[in-house]
């Protein structure tokens, strides 16, 4: 259960500060399929 809370804590801190990063032009995804549906639509890539 602790494994599975914690993997859900992580995903969400990942896409969270992968959103503020590229919205604040401090990262960019390096991921192409991922560079692909982050452009298409936010709520599709945290859904």
């Known amino acids: 259960m602790r494994l599975c809370l914690f993997l859900l804590i992580a ?3 990942d ?3 992968t ?3 590229i919205a604040f032009g401090i990262v960019d ?3 192409p399929m991922m560079k692909f549906v ?3 639509s936010w709520p ?3 859904w």
Do not use: D, S, V, W
């Open 11 to 13: 995903g969400l801190l």
């Open 15 to 17: 896409a969270i500060l």
């Open 19 to 21: 959103n503020l990063g």
């Open 29 to 31: 995804e390096g991921n």
């Open 38 to 40: 982050i452009n298409k």
């Open 44 to 46: 599709f890539f945290t």
